[in-house]
T-cell receptor, first 112, second 111 residues
């Protein structure tokens, strides 16, 4: 099976812009979660989608949003980008709630 | 706030030795526990999953869980230089699929 695919791998944006990141889960996986990883804060949970419904949301401002499509692919959007949004954004998928999550290679976002 | 704590290291062990990594968590309702390995510049890779008290073994890796003490550990036997990485402990609660990660322990295996 192909792994979790995230696009793009790298992005450079400027403050105030918005960005959309994409994630295709492992075939058959219906749960998709997003995480932000920074050197200072480590890995932090953003949100989780299952069958097109957001089930959990982490402690991030409303500028961070996401959605999941009927084919389980997911996107996350960050609006009004700030310098502090520079991070590695990781998507993970799992078959169900009690199964392990597998991570994609991530999208490295740099804000200038 | 639900927390997962790990010693940041670095933990340095000689090649062939046993590396022992530890993790404590605060949420008594936690259901599932995972260890991920992350090489520098790469994404986390699942190493072990453990769901009930006791030991879970997979090759050179053994995960140990003690829910009463809220403690999870990972043992790596016959450590190799290729095991040098950051090891992340992740804990899942009883609702949804949210993982709470520890800060990670950097392991260095010296030839």
């Amino acid at each position: 099976k192909a792994g979790v695919t995230q696009t793009p791998r790298y992005l450079i944006k400027t403050r105030g812009q918005q960005v959309t990141l994409s994630c295709s889960p492992i075939s058959g996986h219906r749960s998709v979660s997003w995480y932000q990883q920074t050197p200072g804060q480590g890995l932090q949970f953003l949100f989780e989608y299952f069958s097109e419904t957001q089930r959990n949301k982490g402690n991030f401002p409303g500028r961070f949003s996401g959605r999941q499509f009927s084919n389980s692919r997911s996107e996350m959007n960050v609006s009004t980008l700030e310098l502090g949004d520079s991070a590695l954004y990781l998507c993970a998928s799992s078959e169900s709630e009690n199964q392990p999550q597998h991570f994609g290679d991530g999208t490295r976002l740099s804000i200038l | 706030q639900k927390e997962v704590e790990q010693n940041s290291g670095p933990l340095s062990v000689p090649e062939g030795a046993i590396a022992s990594l530890n993790c404590t968590y605060s949420d008594r309702g936690s259901q599932s526990f995972f260890w991920y390995r992350q090489y520098s510049g790469k994404s986390p890779e699942l190493i072990m999953s453990i769901y009930s008290n006791g030991d879970q073994e997979d090759g050179r890796f053994t995960a140990q869980l003690n829910k009463a003490s809220q403690y999870v550990s990972l043992l790596i036997r016959d450590s190799q230089p290729s095991d040098s990485a950051t090891y992340l402990c992740a804990v899942k609660g009883n609702a949804g699929n949210m993982l709470t990660f520890g800060g990670g322990t950097r392991l260095m295996v010296k030839p």
